[in-house]
């Protein structure tokens, strides 16, 4: 695709309910990088991967917070237990390689009630 | 932990009028990127400043990377209101190795 895309865009649950957000890459980056963006704050890094494997999961808060890449390119941030806490919008971005540019998507906006 | 701090936090001003922002860590960073988001977007890269001392300019906006590589700041001549949004700076490198850690950001709002 012509940009990172991000499903859904926008997504409410309810405390205690388990969510998945999706993140398709711009075809043939290689990096892969979830953030968590809270109103009025800048994006908190949660984890990033090179190809399949997670490269730096220590953003991550919890174990409840899990995300995959199993085929190098889409990519699935799971949440388990969803708190009200976790509302936040959840950003995905992509690079060809890490320490070049990275492109951002438009993000999923979460809501736990 | 490497941290960014950024200020001010909210900026507005009137059309036609100069501002700058900045943006300090107490840690070195390989990198300083400067970054604009929208409501309801996600971040899109202005600039990236590697060399300490170094000077980008993009039209109206000027960014500088301090000689340290631990602070920048990015000056906009003559504002516009197409220029409203959140302005971040994100440290790549250094003891961060290659993610990219955000400061909070300075909301700037231009009136016309």
């Known amino acids: 695709g012509a940009g990172v895309s991000q499903t859904p865009s926008n997504k409410v649950t309810e405390k205690g309910k388990y969510v998945e957000l999706r993140c398709d890459p711009i075809?043939?980056?290689?990096?892969l990088y979830w953030y968590r963006q809270s109103l009025g704050q800048g994006p908190e890094f949660l984890i990033y991967?090179?190809?399949?494997?997670?490269?730096?999961d220590s953003g991550l808060p919890n174990d409840r917070f899990f995300a995959v890449r199993p085929e190098g390119s889409v990519s699935t941030l799971k949440i388990q237990r969803t708190e009200r806490g976790d509302s936040a919008v959840y950003l995905c971005a992509s690079s060809r390689q890490v320490n070049t540019e990275a492109f951002f998507g438009q993000g999923t906006r979460l809501t736990v009630v | 932990t490497q941290l960014l701090e950024q200020s001010p936090q909210f900026l507005s001003i009137q059309e036609g009028e100069n501002l700058t922002v900045y943006c300090n860590s107490s840690s070195v960073f390989s990198s300083l990127q400067w970054y604009r988001q929208e409501p309801g977007e996600g971040p899109v890269l202005l600039v990236t400043?590697?060399?300490?001392?170094e000077v980008k300019k993009l039209k109206r906006l000027t960014f500088q990377f301090g000689d340290a590589r631990k602070d920048s700041s990015l000056h906009i001549t003559a504002a516009q209101p197409g220029d409203t949004g959140l302005y971040l700076c994100?440290?790549?490198?250094?003891?961060?190795?290659?993610?990219?850690?955000f400061g909070p950001g300075t909301s700037l709002s231009v009136i016309p």
């Open positions: 994100a440290g790549q490198g250094g003891t961060s190795y290659d993610k990219v850690i």
């Open positions: 075809s043939g980056h290689t990096a």
């Open positions: 400043v590697v060399t300490g001392g």
């Open positions: 991967f090179q190809g399949t494997g997670a490269a730096d």
